[in-house]
Structures are given as C-alpha cells and as structure tokens.
C-alpha cells in the first residue's frame, strides 16, 4: 500500500491558513471603504477552512473550528437583515448606511458603520454556504 508523504503540505498549512485568516479580516473590515467587503471575506475564510481539512483531515479540522457551519447561516442572514431593518426605526429607508467614530484604548479613533454590521452577516452567511456545500459534496464521494 502507497501512502503519501504529506509533511510539506502540513508544514506550509499552518502558514498559508495564518495569512489567509489575517487577510480575510482585512478585507472584511476594509469593504465599506475599500475594495473587499463580507462576501469575498468569506470566501477567503472558507478557502483556509478547507485547506485545513485537507491537509489534517475531517476530525482534526473539526477539533480546530468546531463551529456547526450551517448554523451559520441562518445567524449571517439574521445579521444582515436585521442591518437593514435598523433603519426603519429611525425612519429611514431599508439598508440605509450611517457611522460614528469610537475612541478604542489600543487602537485610537476608529470608525463604526452599520456597513460593517452588514458585511459581517454576508460574511457569515457566505462562510456557512460554502463550507457546506463543499463539506456535503466530499461526504457523498
């Protein structure tokens, strides 16, 4: 029986997944400015995830993120409709964007957007989405 060396893969793992975690918080919180945004963070979040699932396996992929991926998405969508609606209660129309600036002890004048609160639910959402399509794709293989 041949069995595959896989040290290579497991070692830059650990790596690749570190970076790609950092850079998906990056774009999730520099979407409402920048390019980015909930959508593509999660993407970028759901790529790490499988590479770790990949490389380690199902069980120990699930001892790493033992989040229910499918609960995910119910809580994203919650989130960003809930977004939406907030505006109505200071009689505006749905989805409209405000902010204000917090002051935070490490990190200074910090700006806080309801366009953030959004991106989080589409990240959420996403996230859940595509892990469990892909989740449920390799179950059935």
């Known amino acids: 029986m041949y069995k595959t060396n896989d040290l290579i893969l497991r ?9 790609l975690l950092g850079f998906a918080v990056y774009l ?3 979407g409402h400015n920048m390019p980015g945004g909930g959508f593509v963070g999660g993407l970028v979040t759901s790529g790490a995830i499988i590479l770790l699932y990949m490389a380690y396996g199902e069980e120990t992929a699930r001892r790493i993120f033992p989040v229910n991926f499918r609960m995910l998405i ?20 749905f989805l409209t964007h405000t902010f204000g600036y917090a002051h935070l ?3 200074g004048k910090v700006e806080l957007a309801t366009a953030t609160l959004f991106d989080i639910g589409v990240y959420l ?10 989740l449920n794709v390799n179950e059935r293989e």
């Open 11 to 19: 070692a830059t793992t650990s790596l690749i997944v570190f970076i």
């Open 28 to 30: 999730l919180f520099a």
């Open 74 to 93: 119910p809580i994203g969508l919650s989130v960003a409709a809930l977004t939406g609606i907030g505006a109505f209660l200071f009689k505006q129309p």
């Open 105 to 107: 002890p490490l990190l």
């Open 125 to 134: 959402t996403v996230l859940g989405v595509t892990i469990t399509i892909i």
